[in-house]
């Protein structure tokens, strides 16, 4: 409570300053880190279209991507897995159905249908719910209202490394009272080439995914826009887990209101209630000697809604975000013994636990004078978990006989920053505390099987709220074609949630080492890095770096896992009238410092060169974007710190990505 203390003091102070001075502008720069993605807003200046969610996100400086096969790669923000990090799909919160983390929430949306990736780091993104490390809006392609007219689109791929292909088309109608847009984009993949032509079995997948968006003008001033997103995942291969999943299936619906209002003190309003829902299914049945097989299915329902209110009163930006959910997850793991005469065996790993939040969020940036602004936030919610099934709570209860069916949390993010900008220098600080409940899986998991450790791990109900206090500074400078910036992060985080083996415990898992329960340390820091550079030269090439470099701590100086080591991408682009061409180079240093006790192991350093180039044809109105590009363009055999279970990434990868649209 004195650290809470001290930063609100510190946050409300600086805010009564800024309260005194009243300034003729209200523009301010923007902190947080903006990813252009989606295929109706394709420029030369994207290496590769086509790429998957993961392979744009991974460009980010403060994200990297826990992979477990060619599919569905985890996003880590500051270093901090999905636990600590909200994800969203235009401010909607969304829950993975799988117990293994096969479905992050990026799994099931498509560059058709997205526009942007807002990142936000730290407690500055608790604006749809609590976070410690940050978070990730994928925002949405949105229409507009105009004259009358129609926009189509037809999207093709091929990558030679698993002989991916990649069909995709869209439609857009545009009309001064509404707007109708609906899309389509499939993948289907074999099994891919690491380096030196190794291929890595059980790494195929399958791939469709629909959208379609209606709004209507029902007044001026008045949008009401309704929303669905359908994702198909079939036959995806894990080679890095010992189970496949047969079907990921998600819908993602929203109705949404918005408002013009005709104040001087308000200037929008934004409402929206949500629905999805998520089947998943793992099983081994395409798995050869297995010894007992299992089904795994999950599933899972989020009903939410949020309202945005936002506002100016003189040199204040004013937002309020009311928001809250109700979630159910389930799992279930059946096992099938050998002998046809033995019972089956049957448990609950998610026993049906119900989760609901309500939380209010409240932001104001003042602009102190046009070089100078600050930016406020805090973040109050009330968080539930409920135990629906008794046979998953009698289960839970051997390992906490005294556990209560239900357990409710008050949760608090506060985070302050300064950013001043004048003749070319930029440069600011911030501090914020927040803390975050446990997840489904660290608070009710029962026997999940962690394959790159071999522990099974049950949940803890007992454990506490875990808390992050930060600190974060950046300085850049820009002056005509060169840019630079030099950034870092520090999370102290206490009762720093993670397994501790209990040794008088038996492994359910056949081979497992033994049975690991959620735990809270006293503490943990994380410390991130980076340092970003630009230079324009002879007009029409651009020399682009990025240098990264993260470290890990528990309280006793033990090394946390998956902690990036010293990262360099250097790229080197060319851009004239309709032609693009760009080298670059992807580098990762010798990981020394790594988790033995949470199974990591050394992982050597490598570096990795792609080409690409690309061409816009144009037919009167109709355009033709071409890209043709090489990944790993020495076949290099490689994994990176974060390939679970050391899986060797992709080898040399010819590709082609077409975008007509006319």
């Known amino acids: 409570m004195k650290k809470i203390g001290i930063i609100l003091f510190s946050a409300f102070a600086v805010q009564n300053i800024v309260a005194q001075s009243e300034k003729d502008t209200l523009k301010t720069a923007e902190i947080q880190e903006v990813i252009v993605i989606g295929t109706t807003r394709i420029t030369n200046k994207q290496e590769k279209p086509l790429g998957s969610i993961d392979e744009y996100l991974q460009k980010s400086s403060s994200i990297n991507m826990i992979r477990r096969g060619a599919y569905a790669w985890e996003p880590v923000i500051n270093n901090m897995q999905t636990e600590r990090t909200l994800i969203t799909i235009d401010g909607m919160r969304i829950f993975g159905a799988c117990t293994d983390k096969m479905d992050p929430i990026t799994s099931y949306v498509e560059v058709s249908n997205l526009s942007e990736a807002e990142i936000i780091s730290g407690q500055q993104g608790s604006c749809h719910g609590s976070t410690i490390g940050g978070a990730v809006d994928l925002k949405r392609q949105k229409g507009n209202f105009a004259e009358n007219k129609w926009d189509f689109n037809i999207n093709s791929g091929f990558e030679s490394v698993n002989q991916q292909k990649i069909f995709g088309a869209g439609a857009r109608y545009q ?283 049950i949940g803890n109900p007992e454990l506490k709220n875990e808390s992050s206090a930060e600190a974060n500074a950046f300085a850049a400078f820009k002056k005509n074609n060169f840019y630079v910036k030099l950034s870092g992060s520090y999370f102290h985080i206490s009762d720093y949630i993670i397994g501790e083996i209990i040794p008088d415990l038996v492994p359910m898992t056949i081979g497992g080492k033994g049975v690991k329960r959620y735990t809270a340390l006293k503490s943990a820091t994380i410390i991130n890095s980076a340092l970003e550079t630009e230079l324009i030269f002879l007009n029409d090439f651009k020399w682009k770096a990025q240098l990264t470099y993260s470290q890990g701590r528990d309280f006793q100086n033990e090394p946390l896992p998956y902690i990036s080591p010293l990262t360099l991408l250097s790229s080197v682009s060319f851009e004239k009238n309709r032609f693009s061409a760009e080298a670059s180079v992807m580098a990762n240093s010798r990981q020394t410092d790594f988790s033995e006790v949470y199974g990591e192991t050394e992982t050597p350093a490598f570096a990795v060169i792609q080409i690409s180039a690309g061409y816009r044809f144009l037919f009167g109105k109709n355009k033709i974007h071409t890209k043709i590009g090489v990944e790993n363009l020495l076949d290099t055999q490689y994994n990176t710190y974060s390939d679970w279970n050391k899986i060797p990434r992709p080898g040399r990868n010819f590709y082609l990505n077409i975008h007509y649209q006319f």
């Open 175 to 457: 009309h001064q009272k509404f707007y109708l847009e609906a899309d389509v984009m499939s993948r289907d993949a074999e099994n891919y080439k690491a380096g030196n032509n190794m291929e890595v079995l059980y790494s195929q997948f399958r791939k469709i995914n629909t959208s379609g968006n209606i709004g209507v003008k029902i007044a001026e001033n008045h949008l009401l826009e309704g929303s669905v997103i359908y994702d198909k995942a079939t036959d995806v291969g894990y080679p890095a887990l010992p189970m496949d999943v047969s079907l990921a299936e998600a819908v993602i619906t929203s109705l949404n209101y918005q408002m013009v209002p005709k104040s001087e003190l308000f200037t929008s309003w934004d409402t929206k209630i949500y629905y999805n829902t998520i089947t998943h299914r793992m099983d081994d049945t395409t798995r050869p000697s297995v010894p007992v097989h299992m089904d795994m299915p999950g599933w899972s329902k989020t009903y939410g809604y949020y309202s945005k209110l936002k506002g100016e009163i003189k040199n204040h930006q004013l937002l309020m975000n009311v928001n809250g959910f109700y979630n159910q997850s389930v799992a279930e793991m059946t096992m099938y013994p050998n002998n046809p005469e033995e019972n089956l065996m049957f448990m609950y790993t998610w026993p049906d636990v119900r989760t609901s939040f309500q939380g209010v969020f409240l932001e104001d940036k003042a602009v102190l004078n046009p070089n100078v602004f600050i930016k406020i936030s805090c973040s109050l919610g009330f968080h539930s978990n409920k135990v629906a099934s008794e046979f998953g709570l009698n289960s839970l209860k051997i390992f906490h006989p005294d556990m209560k069916d239900q357990k409710s949390r008050l949760l608090k993010n506060i985070s302050a920053n300064f950013e001043f900008n004048r003749n070319g220098f930029n440069y600011g600080f911030g501090t914020g505390y927040g803390d975050r409940a446990p997840s489904v899986s660290e608070g009710y998991g029962f026997y999940l099987f962690n394959s790159a450790e071999r522990y099974d791990y």
